[in-house]
């Protein structure tokens, strides 16, 4: 990019991008600058859907072209976002550039619409920068600020698109056998506990079914979990929302439990599909009984969510997302934590309460989620649930 480059379609503007044929190219080179420039992974993965959206929208609706809009195009791709994304939501499993495909997964929310105006006005300030386009249509929308992208030291997490897709994954699976049941509504389970509740992987491997406990208070049920062997020693309690609940007693169920952990009950929180041939009887039998074995080392546990993650990769690889599938390649159960763990810190403000509930014993550990960068998880955030307690009317 050292000689100035002619802009297509003028014969006055230079710039400084090189040669690209289209305005998608140059789109192209600021998502490189970007990239060299050492943004996160999730920010720049961000940055490329909405710079797909813009693009489906322009082409879908032959519009002009993003280097000739003016405010009043600014405007309608605002309030597309707003009121007409949500109609064209995409098809489930379909590829980018197949029929069915769409960059939209439903209505968005007002910050999503927010966050897309905003990045798209820093690709017109590069463009400006550049030389590319004269000025900058946007003047006067939300800014996105990217301060503090890329930082080192930032605890690795999934953007909520990727625990979407995760999620996605999870209902592409086959149940016909009694296994694949099983396997499903564990792994759900599994899953949305570590994404909501921030325990560690070697937490949720020495638990039991019956540290699961709910507090009633004078117009509500409360639901959590007792973390008896947090690290270093001591235990905490967490609480469990609703969506972690349901999902708590769907899996019970699955295995042939009541809803709620009985007196006495001595299953492990993670169960595997083996039963205790201790007392014989036929394997059936042993199900019946729920005589189920336990998976309760941190490396079991880490391979269950490890081959989900693998999942939503194979799915993101299909889809034509190649960038989701390589974040959620590298993905671990810690990540899970981080993900939790920088939600909370956003939306409560209150370190000491997110402290206690990720099991920090020094405030400085929990002020690494404070600094790292995740606007961008945050952003797609619709609501507040500081801390998010969960209310359920479920009785033992």
């Known amino acids: 990019m050292n000689e100035l480059t002619r802009a297509d379609g003028s014969d006055r503007t230079l710039h400084a991008l090189g040669t690209v044929a289209s305005d998608w190219e140059a789109a192209d080179v600021w998502l490189q600058v970007l990239k060299e420039t050492g943004v996160s992974p999730n920010t720049l993965l961000t940055y490329t859907r909405e ?42 499993g379909a590829r980018i550039g197949q029929d069915g495909w769409t960059p939209f997964r439903g209505r968005m929310a007002p910050s999503s619409v927010a966050q897309a105006c905003g990045i798209i006005g820093e690709l017109y300030r590069f463009w400006v920068k550049a030389r590319y386009v004269e000025f900058d249509p946007t003047l006067g929308q939300a800014r996105r600020s990217s301060r503090g992208a890329g ?15 995760v999620l996605e994954a999870l209902e592409r699976r086959e149940r016909r056998l009694a296994v694949h049941h099983l396997r499903y ?68 169920r699955a295995f042939n439990l009541k809803d709620a952990p009985e007196p006495g009950e001595e299953l492990g929180l993670v169960l595997s599909f083996r039963t205790s041939t201790g007392r014989g009887g036929s394997a059936r039998g042993r199900r019946y009984r729920a005589r189920w074995h336990a998976v309760r080392t941190r490396q079991g546990v880490y391979e269950i969510i490890k081959g989900l993650l693998k999942e939503a990769a194979a799915l993101a690889e299909e889809q034509g997302e190649t960038q989701a599938a ?66 359920s009317k479920s009785a033992y």
Do not use: C
């Not at 039991?208 to 947090?230: C, S």
């Not at 763990?341 to 939306?347: D, I, L, S």
């Not at 014993?361 to 801390?387: C, G, I």
């Open 151 to 165: 930082r080192r030291g930032d605890p690795k997490s999934l953007a909520p698109e990727l625990v979407a897709l």
């Open 185 to 252: 509504y564990r792994d759900r389970f599994l899953f949305l506990l570590f994404v909501r509740t921030a325990i560690r992987t070697t937490e949720a491997a020495l638990a039991d079914m019956a540290d699961v406990f709910r507090v009633e208070d004078i117009a509500d049920v409360f639901w959590g979990l007792e973390v008896r062997h947090q690290k270093g020693g001591g235990s905490r309690s967490v609480p469990l929302d609703p969506d972690v609940l349901d999902a708590f007693h769907l899996y019970r």
């Open 51 to 92: 710079v797909r959206r813009l693009r489906w929208y322009v082409e879908s609706f032959s519009l002009p072209l993003p280097r000739q809009w003016r405010f009043d195009d600014v405007r309608r791709f605002r309030d597309f976002l707003t009121d007409g994304a949500g109609d064209y939501a995409a098809r489930p």
């Open 326 to 391: 390589d974040r959620l390649s590298d993905a671990s159960t810690h990540w899970l934590r981080h993900t939790r763990a920088k939600e909370v810190v956003y939306k409560t403000k209150n370190l000491r309460a997110a402290a206690e509930l990720l099991g920090h014993k020094d405030l400085r550990t929990t002020m690494a989620y404070s600094r790292a960068h995740f606007v961008d998880l945050a952003r797609e955030l619709k609501e507040s649930d500081s801390p998010n307690y969960s209310k």
